[in-house]
């Protein structure tokens, strides 16, 4: 198994292959809280009015998202893991839009599996890739709205290449540097603290969010380890 990290958007159509996209703060976390929550189904959309669009064609599917870190005006919930674990969302599905981790899904068409992880899901992210030997991995950290590095990111793709090397750094001194980076202040400006508590924990979920797709759009689906 060949591990590589992938930084920005160009090529992706191209890749074959394992993908794993890595949004710490906080698209990868809110996918898994929402299906880990009983979501159905997440569909994951790049733009603001195809997510409306979306929303229009089925009204009974939950609206969520953010732009700037806070929701946008009409949806019913914004992209927070914390607010996903609270709720009870058995069979729904949900919209999810987001200025980073939603942005590259519609290009992975070629590869397989495409996997959300974030260092809740780290083990069972490792644990499926394991068991599936694909021959080439992409780790594929989003960083800032999809344009720049974020460092909450690149930790998690520095761990999980490690993790899959059977050579996991010790977390607690990365949970430190996670706590102490930019993206945790800018949750901490917005009031999120909740949602960087998520962020910051090792291995409370086996679920993987698995991205497949529809008629619709791509979604993510749960498989649990």
Partial sequence: ME????????????L???VVVIDVFRAGNTVIALLEAGAEQVYLLPRLEQARRLKA???????????????PAGFEGGNSPAAAARMDLAG???????SAGTQALHRLRRARPVVFATFAN???????????????????????EARRPAEEDDL???????????????????????????????????GQQDDLAWCTRLDVSRL??????????????PWRV
């Fill in 3 to 14: 591990v590589h990290t992938r930084r920005g958007m160009d090529g992706l159509e191209g």
């Fill in 16 to 18: 074959t292959g394992a």
């Fill in 57 to 71: 064609a089925h009204p009974d599917w939950l609206l969520w998202g953010e732009r700037g870190g806070l929701p």
């Fill in 92 to 98: 729904r599905r949900v919209i999810l839009t987001t």
């Fill in 122 to 144: 780290a083990g069972a992210v490792v644990e499926l890739l394991r068991r599936l030997e694909p021959a080439e991995v992409h780790l594929l950290p989003m960083g800032l």
């Fill in 156 to 190: 998690a793709a520095s761990y999980l290449r490690l993790a899959l090397l059977a050579q996991p750094p010790v977390f607690a001194a990365l949970r430190e540097k996670l706590l102490g980076c930019p993206g945790a202040e800018r949750l901490r400006r917005l």
């Fill in 208 to 221: 993987v969010p698995v991205v497949e797709r529809d008629k619709n759009a791509p979604f993510a689906r």
